[in-house]
């Protein structure tokens, strides 16, 4: 065991390779907490990307024509990919895949609460596409440059790939909104359910925050969230004009003198009340996702007891041929 | 019938297989069995419906009536469609998923090997395409059979039970008929009996390995290449591909 | 940790072109090597980035220990004679 004085010193070696943008590798000293912060936000994180392809893959067998159902069924296996990533970026610190299953299945890891909201209508495909990817990238951009190291290698994948997601969802509100009637109405709606979830995807407000301070000297996070969320209110406010589309908030106006448009209160009732598990999809992605690994089962089990009958029979041919 | 007509029908045919077998394996994504899997099947889904819309798009070019690969997808009722009724067979487990694939892979890899030899040329290149991923889809429905097969007691009962169930859908693969006749005699595609044997050596070889047992099957059934039969599962994935073009008809997506 | 068997984590290598070596992308789960390679190549070669596709169980891997890095890789630091430049040459000589 190291002695006090020395786990203080190490500390201070750590923040100082973080202060000098060194990257920190899977073997590499790293305080107990650090670890730990990072097992939660890859995991959570990791969670977001494979309870995220549920509400989209709702639509997979009735996209309205084979070029969308292409896109989505690309888009959605490119988040079982980015999940993979992710859960292998946390098996680096120690955390195995299967346990952090577990405490999805038991309801107590997080996941992002913007997958606890129906997708009622094809248009949802396109706003989830628009905002939910947009709010996503937001995020993850700055994570590519994030102290940990498989973590920051991760993310430089994920964001690589899902530079076509966003257009994806922003072609096809596109397509609606210069549609018929019916199709203007529906690409609105989807934007009325969407809009508020996508700015809560971004967390508490920074006063509320409990992990920013830590996680930002860590540099495994490089922005608060309502820096975040404000870029992407700048941002998605001109688009949903160039869509003809309204956001769902009497109070959003550009400001002239911050260069920053201003928007109404968030609901954080809302948005307390799905974290806790009480959205209004959250027993049955939770329970699609215990399913799934459920009836899984017997196939990994047949999978892994196949390899070690091979195995041993590849032992068995090698006995025989030493003999 | 001419040959035009024999070429559309043997298009759609080919089209709606890979359409309606691509439809099933995309229902797995999100809910397989681990993520690794989630993401080769859906490679798989996606596979099938890329080659579903070249055999479509080159149909509705052939039919002449100024439809897309989009029409004859999402506005033929169920008995308009020519799929085999292997491939419209539900999900009802893994093991389903598994040996419909295989025992659809091994008829589609034969097809391919002759296909790349067909005369049509437009159809000699979505062969040559294709048959590069359907030798990856054989191979890794194969090792999924054996692995089920000689795995545990558990897999050995559900992919054995899978394939008792299914294998009465194999016979109408090889079995020609007027359309696969016209297109044999235009030196298009394959004389279909031809491959027959091929096609039970390779069934043997992977059962034999997977410790698996042919099923005695007195009768086949078949109507679904031929328009004449379709099962009740047909009508259900319709409803669900095709409920925002029918609901919303006339518009673009 | 879990009593369960899982599948074993393998590390994946790919070379993404002719000509270049292998390079660690990341990890998977697979039952054998040989699912190991297939996940590898739906998993990290979506969209070409490989032709060729190196898998080996993490737990076979050893690495060298950070507390090391000095004694390993520092000595390396003042070898300059292994490079090059060490080495005056006058301009006019050629090809060298």
Known sequence: MKAPTDYAHLEDQFQARIDAEEKIEPKDWMPDKYRKTLIRQISQHAHSEIVGMLPEGNWITRAPSLRRKVALLA??????????????????????????????????AKYSS?????????????????????????????????????????????????????????????????????????????????????????????????????????????????????????????????????????????????????????????????????????????????????????????????????????????????? | MTLAEAKYQYLLRMGDNALILGHRLSEWCGHGPILEQDIAMTNIALDQVGQARSLLQYAAQLEGKGRTEDDLAYKRDVMEYRNVLLV????????????????????????????????????????????????????YSSEWMIRLGDGTAESHQKIQAALDDLFIYTGELLTPDAVDQAIFEAGIGPDLAALQPAYQTKIDEILQQATLQKPEVKYMQSGGKDGRMHTEYLGYILAELQFVQRAYPNMEW | MSEKKNWPLWEIFIRSKNGLNHKHVGSLHAADAEMAIENARDVYTRRMEGVSIWVVESEHITASSPNQSESLFDPANDKVYRHPTFYNLPDEVKHM
């Not at chain 1, 990919?81 to 946390?90: D, F, P, Q, T, V």
């Not at chain 1, 399913?291 to 195995?311: F, N, P, S």
């Open chain 1, 75 to 108: 888009k959605v296996q490119d988040e079982a990919g980015h999940g993979l990533y992710l859960y292998g970026a946390a098996e680096t610190l120690g955390a195995e895949r299967d346990d952090l299953l577990d405490e999805l299945h038991r309801g107590e």
């Open chain 2, 88 to 139: 419209e067979q539900p999900n009802e487990d893994f093991a389903y998923t598994i040996v419909r694939q295989f025992l659809f892979d091994a008829f589609n890899f034969l097809l391919h090997k002759s296909l790349v030899h067909s005369k049509d040329e437009h159809l000699k290149a979505i062969a040559e395409k294709s048959l590069k991923e359907i030798t990856y889809h054989l191979r």
């Open chain 1, 114 to 323: 913007i997958f606890n909201y129906p997708t009622l209508s094809w248009a949802d495909i396109g706003a989830i596409g628009w905002l939910v990817d947009g709010a996503a990238i937001m995020n993850q951009v700055p994570l590519c440059r994030c102290s940990y190291g498989p973590y920051a290698r991760a993310m430089v994948r994920v964001c690589k790939e899902e530079s076509f997601h966003q257009r994806q969802g922003y072609e096809i509100m596109l397509t609606l909104a210069r549609g018929t009637e019916a199709q203007k109405k529906m690409a609105q709606d989807a934007l009325n359910r969407w809009w508020w979830p996508s700015l809560m995807m971004f967390g508490p407000n920074d006063a509320e925050s409990k992990h920013t301070a830590q996680s930002m000297a860590w540099k495994i996070k490089r922005f608060t969230n309502d820096e975040l969320r404000q870029r992407f209110v700048d941002i998605t406010a001109p688009q949903a004009e160039f869509l003809g589309l309204t956001i769902p908030d009497e109070h959003l106006k550009y400001n002239e003198e911050t260069g920053h448009y201003g928007f109404g209160p968030i609901d954080w009732d809302e948005f307390w009340q799905v974290v806790s598990g009480e959205g209004p999809c959250n027993r049955q992605r939770l329970k699609a996702r215990r399913r799934a690994h459920e009836e899984g089962q017997w196939v990994r089990d047949a999978a892994l007891a196949h390899a070690e009958k091979r195995r041993q029979r590849q032992a068995a041919k090698n006995d025989q041929k030493v003999a």
